[in-house]
Structures are given as structure tokens and as C-alpha cells.
């Protein structure tokens, strides 16, 4: 099994910003991609940024610029610099994993979901 955990998240004025960290521990063999997504009320999920094992990296055209998918390879860790802030960036955020598990599966794992709220 694998556990992801997120942290980070919360309240920030419009134009600040804000670190997202996203850990994956457990029966992992390698990880294949990782990405944030976030949901607002009303509105379907949305990909915020995608980060594979090759560095390849792509980013929803609104946080273009903006924000920054990075990872800790060591620590199975993955972060979502975010900087100036908008108040259309309020959401949930959602990290995703996918792994190659020790027995040669591919799996999705995603985050509990935190909250991101820019408001004055």
C-alpha cells in the first residue's frame, strides 16, 4: 500500500504566496509521474501542473508563469510553489501519484485535498 499526505494550504491575501508539499511513502518502486490538481466549488477538476520521472514538466495555462512543480526524489516528496496569488486560485488542491509498485503495477494515488483560499 501506499500513503500520500499533503500539507500546507490555507488563507492568503491576493498576490501572496503559498507552499504545497505532498509525501508518498509505502510499497513503492519507482514513481512514475506526480502532479497537483484542484477543484473549485461548481467546477470539474482541473490539472495544475505535472512533473514525470523525466522532468518533463506542463502546467495549466492559468498558473502559467506562476506557480512551480518541483520534488525532493529522496523524500518521495513533491511541492507547489505559488505565487501571485488570485482569488480565482481558491480551491482544493489534490496531489496525484503515480507508481510502479514492487510487484510491477501501475497505480494512481491521491491526497486527502487541502484548502487554498486568497481572499483580502
Known amino acids: 500500500q501506499v500513503q500520500v499526505v499533503e500539507s500546507g494550504g490555507g488563507l492568503v491575501q491576493p498576490g501572496g504566496s503559498l507552499r504545497l508539499s505532498c509525501a508518498a511513502s509505502?510499497?513503492?518502486?519507482?514513481?512514475?509521474?506526480m502532479g497537483w490538481y484542484r477543484q473549485a466549488p461548481g467546477k470539474m477538476r482541473e490539472m495544475v501542473a505535472i512533473?514525470?520521472?523525466?522532468?518533463?514538466?506542463n502546467y495549466g495555462d492559468s498558473v502559467k508563469g506562476r506557480f512551480t512543480i518541483s520534488r525532493d526524489n529522496a523524500k518521495s516528496t513533491m511541492y507547489l510553489q505559488m505565487n501571485s496569488l488570485k482569488p480565482e486560485d481558491t480551491a482544493v488542491y489534490y496531489c496525484?501519484?503515480?507508481?510502479?509498485?514492487?510487484?510491477?503495477?501501475?497505480?494512481?494515488?491521491w491526497g486527502q485535498g487541502t484548502q487554498v483560499t486568497v481572499s483580502s
Open positions: 496525484r501519484f503515480v507508481v510502479q509498485q514492487y510487484t510491477f503495477t501501475q497505480s494512481t494515488y
Open positions: 509505502g510499497s513503492i518502486y519507482k514513481i512514475l509521474s
Open positions: 512533473l514525470t520521472s523525466g522532468d518533463v514538466t
